[in-house]
């Protein structure tokens, strides 16, 4: 869905982006991660067709952005980190003119306004100026002006920052959705255990390069439905890591077996009661579980890993 | 609808507001017409010998008052609005929003251009225009004088709005200077158009490659054109600031555009200065064309400079594909090409003067003079882009300007009369030297000046890689 080449971007006097090249595919809920100042909103930048890369070219959808930008914006909707609203205008006013310079048909507006604020939770503030509304309803309402025209491709730019943890949950489920309805959706964000929640994919960035790009979950929204979730179990004792390995590899429900030293992480489908039968017969097996529960830090551990190979002075660069 | 002319309706055109804008208008005009009809009349009854026909009187001042309301509120006040239009919504954020969207550079173009000021034109058209009509009549003079007011704040609108576009383009923040800045720039063209509504006092004659024009109809077409080319540059400007993909054609029909008319313009009547000896006219039209090209050129270089990174892609596209490096080219380099154009344009104008004449036999070098302005500007622009390039720009270029206004107004006045004429060369073209004591010195600065540059663009660009080499 998204494919980016070559792209190098530089500031006047600094380089932000090095020939960075990736493919972001079709459906996924990408994190887009990175250090402060590693590139990420310049890449996103580039992405939405506002900066211009000193070369190479980013495709949407098989639209080359930065010769068509207009057209490309047909299948892009992103939100800024730190993005404005037309304060004087309703809620409604404000839906009603993105709607519009997206190119909603003038029938079908009424339509998405509704359903943008139903899904944003803004039904009952539609005639509320935007300027008086929290800054957990701003951020909703600069959400749903940039998917009312229901875009192919999503670039969120920190969407949680300022909003409470009720309404982070909710963000997420959104998100979801949104993905559930066919968009690719790349976030960038700082709270780590938040995009463990929704994402597919990771991709790190650091340094103006990609680092490291992961597949995390065959379906956004895994770690928050409870049927499908990342575990880790710890072992001690005489138990090996191949021994756990092959254990677990002889249940049905068990998916992406990964070691890691005294621990194994793996991807289970299946009900609470299923994961507990899981545990019986590991033990049955002969292994000596020390812990067993939901890895919360995919995200947090390739990205911890991904950054520090990238700083080790000696250590080779990672392929994209 | 254009979307974005409807948000600016919405935003700029409350009931209340428009309401309470028509009836100060109306209570000016009211007050005008009582003021200088029956009621002046019955305070001085003698005024009714004096006046004539005190119901006419009235509707005159009725069409005076609302000429002058039309300049405030189009003209200082549309035009305000104007200057802001983009630049308000970079001061909200919401500026990537609009770029992002799909409204293309033409409907966001006229849908700021005429929306941000809605309130100005509505009141104009409501209440402004058709009480001037009812004073004035609508006799040609009064249309003619009328059809100046509206394309005068057309022009103020647009000069304003590309003032704050180019700022954009800079990806300069929202402050009260800048947006005072092109709201200056805009008053001025605005009002420059506005006074030339009474048309050419005296005996002048124009003519157009030998065709002669009526002055008046001729100033009208010229604001018309000078507008719609105004709004060319608005729409240009708004396809580079939407990323648009945007050569540099348009600037080179609009280059043409201007030397074919100013290479082809003939003034006759104009007062002249007693004893001066005026240069054949082949030579004053190269001279004029030349003047318009510079013009243009310093226009260009403040409003659309290239940054650093603007000029390393412009000469690493001319060492690949130098064809197509023409497309990135600095739009100021073409004003600089047409007016050495214009300069040999007057030299051979020159060559061709057969026999002796009295501007030959005078001490003015004239074809050293075309291309000492020629160095002055090439040093001047590459001045300017040097100070554009660096990133902490703006006190730089300040700068560069108070030197220019320094080297070309202070200091000649100042040292003109006590150091000779080799020196003051290096400050402004001293016509009356030889051709080698006038030209080498601005063009030596010229040499300077795009050492300068170079250095500055090498600087940069090795700050970029050491950053580059920093993080790896």
């Known amino acids: ?320 | 609808m254009n979307p974005e002319f409807t948000r600016n309706l919405w935003l700029e055109t409350g009931p209340f507001r428009l309401f309470a804008l028509a009836a100060a208008a109306l209570a000016l005009l009211v007050g005008a017409y009582l003021v200088a009809g029956p009621a002046l009349i019955g305070v001085l009854p003698g005024l009714n010998q004096l006046v004539g026909d005190p119901a006419a009187f009235a509707r005159v001042a009725v069409a005076g008052m609302a000429e002058g309301l039309l300049a405030v509120f189009l003209i200082l006040w549309g035009t305000r609005s104007a200057a802001d239009a983009v630049l308000s919504e970079i001061g909200a954020g919401t500026w990537d929003g609009q770029r992002l969207s799909m409204i293309g550079p033409w409907a966001m173009s006229w849908g700021k251009l005429l929306g941000a000021p809605a309130a100005a034109w509505i009141i104009a058209l409501v209440v402004l225009i058709p009480a001037y009509l009812w004073g004035a009549g609508t006799e040609a003079e009064a249309l003619r004088r009328l059809a100046f007011i509206v394309l005068a704040a057309i022009a103020a609108h647009a000069a304003a709005f590309a003032i704050g576009l180019s700022f954009a383009l800079r990806r300069e923040t929202r402050s009260r200077a800048v947006v005072a800045f092109a709201h200056l720039v805009g008053i001025l063209v605005g009002f420059a158009l506005f006074a030339s509504r009474d048309g050419i006092d005296g005996p002048v004659a124009l003519s157009l490659y030998g065709h002669a024009l009526p002055p008046d109809r001729f100033m009208l077409a010229l604001a018309a054109v000078a507008t719609l080319w105004l709004l060319v540059a608005d729409y240009r400007l708004m396809r580079q600031a939407l990323a648009v993909p945007t050569a540099p054609w348009v600037w080179i029909v609009f280059l043409a555009f201007l030397a074919a008319l100013t290479g082809g313009l003939d003034v006759t009547g104009l007062p002249q200065v007693v004893g001066a000896v005026l240069p054949p006219k082949g030579y004053l039209a190269a001279l004029l064309m030349l003047l318009a090209m510079l013009a243009a050129t310093y226009a260009a270089a403040v409003v659309l400079p290239p940054d650093a990174l603007g000029w390393r892609r412009w000469a690493s596209a001319m060492r690949r594909r130098p064809l197509r490096a023409l497309a990135r080219t600095p739009i100021f380099l073409y004003g600089l090409l047409f007016a050495a154009g214009a300069v040999v344009f007057g030299i051979v104008a020159l060559g061709q003067q057969s026999g002796v004449s009295v501007w030959r036999l005078s001490s003015i070098n004239g074809e050293a003079f075309l291309v000492a302005l020629l160095c002055f500007a090439i040093r001047d622009t590459l001045l300017l882009s040097a100070a554009f390039a660096v990133p902490d720009k703006r006190g730089r270029v300040i700068g560069v300007l108070v030197f220019i206004g320094l080297s070309y107004l202070v200091l000649p006045l100042a040292i003109g009369r006590v150091v000779p004429g080799e020196v003051l060369a290096f400050l402004v073209p001293a016509v009356t030297l030889d051709s080698v004591a006038m030209i080498v010195p601005p063009a030596a600065e010229a040499l300077v000046a795009l050492i300068l540059l170079i250095s500055v663009v090498r600087h940069t660009a090795r700050s970029v890689r050491a950053g580059g080499a920093r993080r790896s």
């Open chain 1, 1 to 320: 869905m998204i494919s980016i080449d070559n792209l190098t971007f530089d500031y006047p006097t600094k380089r932000a982006l090095t020939e960075v090249s990736c493919t972001i595919a079709a459906g996924s809920v990408t994190a887009l991660v990175g250090p402060n100042g590693a590139g990420k909103t310049t890449l996103m930048r580039c992405l939405a067709g506002l900066d211009q890369p000193v070369t190479g070219a980013v495709a949407v959808d098989g639209v080359d952005v930065l010769a068509k930008p207009r057209l490309a914006h047909r299948h892009i909707g992103y939100l800024r980190d730190l993005f404005g609203l037309y304060d004087e205008l309703s809620v409604r006013r404000c839906l009603a003119f993105h709607a519009a310079a997206f190119g909603v048909d003038r029938a079908e507006r009424p339509a998405r306004i509704a359903w943008a604020a139903e899904a944003l939770g803004l039904t009952d503030r539609l005639g509320e100026k935007a300027g008086r509304l929290s800054r957990g309803l701003r951020q909703r309402l600069a959400i749903a002006q940039v998917v009312i025209h229901k875009p192919k491709v999503l670039l969120l730019d920190e969407p949680a920052s300022g909003l409470d943890p009720e309404a982070r949950m909710e963000l997420s489920r959104f998100i979801v959705n949104l993905n559930g309805e066919g968009m690719t959706i790349l976030v960038s964000s700082h709270i780590l255990a938040e995009l463990e929640d929704y994402s597919t994919d990771v991709l790190i960035v650091s340094g103006g390069r990609i680092v490291d790009h992961q597949h995390l979950h065959d379906r956004a929204g895994e770690g928050l439905s409870g049927r499908s979730a990342w575990l880790a179990l710890r072992f001690v004792g005489e138990t090996t890591a191949a021994s756990v390995e092959a254990s677990l590899r002889r249940q049905d429900q068990v998916r992406d077996v990964l070691p890691d030293g005294d621990m194994v992480r793996f991807r289970f489908v299946g009900t609470a009661e299923e994961r507990a039968r899981l545990l019986a017969a590991l033990v049955a097996d002969g292994i000596a579980v020390a812990s067993f529960g939901e890895a919360r830090d995919l995200v947090q551990d390739a990205y911890l890993k991904s950054v520090r190979r990238a700083a080790a002075p000696a250590a080779p660069e990672a392929s994209p």
